[in-house]
C-alpha cells in the first residue's frame, strides 16, 4: 500500500477539523479532478454506493482515490455501502390509485395487468404475516397487511394515493431473521476483497448476528476491511447496543430510519447512537439530508447549518454527505460548507455533550491509560497528543473521550491510517514501527510548521513498537 502522509498538513495542528466528513462519489465526482478536490476541501472517508454502477466502474474509483490521497498526502478510508434487500415494487404500466381501506394483492414478480396482483421484486409471503405495516414510497401510502395465502400478500390500504412502479418499500415490523445478505451483496463482498477498500457498509441490519455473519464472510476472504452498521430499521434500534459492541462503526442511516420508526424518534435515536460510540470506542456517522438543498442550490438552509452544528455538538465523529456530492450541482461547495460549519463549532462551542450512562469504561488498561494522557495533556496545556497504534484501538480510545486538542497517531499499517481518517479528532501519518517513531514524527511536523517551537507534546507509546495491545509508556515532550 502506497504511503499516503509523505506530506506534511497545509495547517497548524490547532486548526484540524476534529469531526470528519465522508462524501459518496458518484456521476457528478467520477473523475480524477473531483475527486482530488473533494480531499482537499475537507473529506475524509469516500463512499461508494453499490446500489449503482458496475464493479469495473467502482474499481476505477478505486484506484482514482487512491492515487488522489498519496498526490494530495491524505489518508482517506474508502467505504463500500452495500444495497441490502431491495425491497421495492417492480414494473407496472401507468399508475395506480389507492383508496383508503381499499385491498391489494402483492406478488413476487407478477403481472399486475394480467392477474390484478401488484409485482414486488422480493418475495414478501415469505417474511411478512397479519397486521404488519408496509409503508411504500417513504411512507406516501400505508398499508395494514391482513393475510398471505398462496405467494400473495394482501393489504389494506390506510390512506389515499397513487402507487407508482419501483417505489421502495419498508416494513418497520417485519423480522428478517437474518436473511439480509442479497445475491448480489455476496458478489459485492466478494469483489471488495479484492479491492483497496477500508470498510464495508451493511445495509438492513437488524442484529448483532448480521455484523458477525458478514465479520466471518470478510474474514473467509481474507479481507482486512472494517464493519459499519447502518441503522435504518426498528429492529436494529431495539437491538442497538449489541449492534454497537460488535461493529466497528456505526451509522444512523435517517432517511429509511425515520419512515421505519416514529421520524419525531430519530433526534432522540442519533444522540443514543453517538453517546454508545463514545462508550464503546466505535465512530458514530451521522447520514442523510446533511445538506439536501445543497444538491440544487449554492448555499444550505439554516436548519441544515443547525443540524451539522448539533451533530458536532453532541460528538459523532462523522457527517456523510449523500446526493450532494454524488449527483448534485454543488459537490465540492457542500463539502467546503460542512467543514466551514464543524470548524466555527467546534472553536465557538458554548457546551459539550455529556453521555451519562454512555460514559467510556474508565476501569481497564486502555481506558486508564487514555484518561490520564487527556488529562495530563489538559494540565500541561499540550499542543497536541501523539500516540502510537498499531491497530488502532489505542487512537480511537483517545477519540471517543473526546479531547479537545489534536490527537496524532502514528501506525505502521497504512490500512490502519486509512481507516482512522474517520475518527474524531485523529490525524494519522504512516512510519515504520520505531521506539522513535512518535519522536521522529513530532521533529518532522515541526520542521513544516504544523507543530512550532516551545509547544508541548504528549506522547503515548508502547515497550514492544508494532505489537497490539502493549500501550503502557506516557511522555512530556517540550519541543525545541
Known sequence: MVNTTRKAPKVPATRF??????????????????ITELIKAGANGLRLNFSHGTHEWHGEKIDLIRKASAAYGKPVAIIQDLQGPKIRLGDFDGMINVQTGQEFKFGFKSNYEKDNIVPLQYDLAKKVQRGERMYINDGRLRFIISTVKDSVV??????????????????????FKGDIFTKKDREDIVFGSTQDIDYVALSFVQSAEDIENLKRRLHALGSHAKVIAKIETQAAVDNIEEITKVSDAVMVARGDLATETLPESVPITQRKIIGLGHRYAKPTIVATQMLAT???????????????????????????????TASGKFPIESVKVMKRVITYTQKNAPLRAVFGEHKPDDHDMQGAISNAVIRLAESVYAAAIVVETKSGETAKQIACRRPELPLI???????????????????????PDDKFAATKLTNWL???DVLNKGDIIVTCSGKYPGVVGTTDTIKVRLLD
Not at 154 to 175: E, Q, S
Open 446 to 448: 515541526r520542521k513544516y
Open 154 to 175: 394482501y393489504a389494506k390500504a390506510d390512506n389515499d394515493g397513487i402507487m407508482l412502479k419501483r417505489k421502495g418499500i419498508n416494513l418497520p415490523d417485519t423480522d
Open 294 to 324: 445543497m444538491a440544487d442550490a449554492p448555499e444550505p438552509t439554516r436548519a441544515e447549518v443547525s443540524d451539522i452544528a448539533t451533530a458536532v455538538l453532541v460528538g459523532a465523529d462523522c457527517l456523510m454527505l449523500s446526493d450532494e
Open 409 to 431: 497517531a502514528v501506525t505502521s499499517d497504512g490500512r490502519v491510517a486509512n481507516q482512522l481518517a474517520i475518527v474524531y479528532g485523529t490525524k494519522s501519518y504512516v512510519r
Open 17 to 34: 477539523k476534529r469531526t470528519k466528513i465522508i462524501a459518496t462519489v458518484g456521476p457528478a465526482t467520477d473523475n480524477y479532478k473531483s
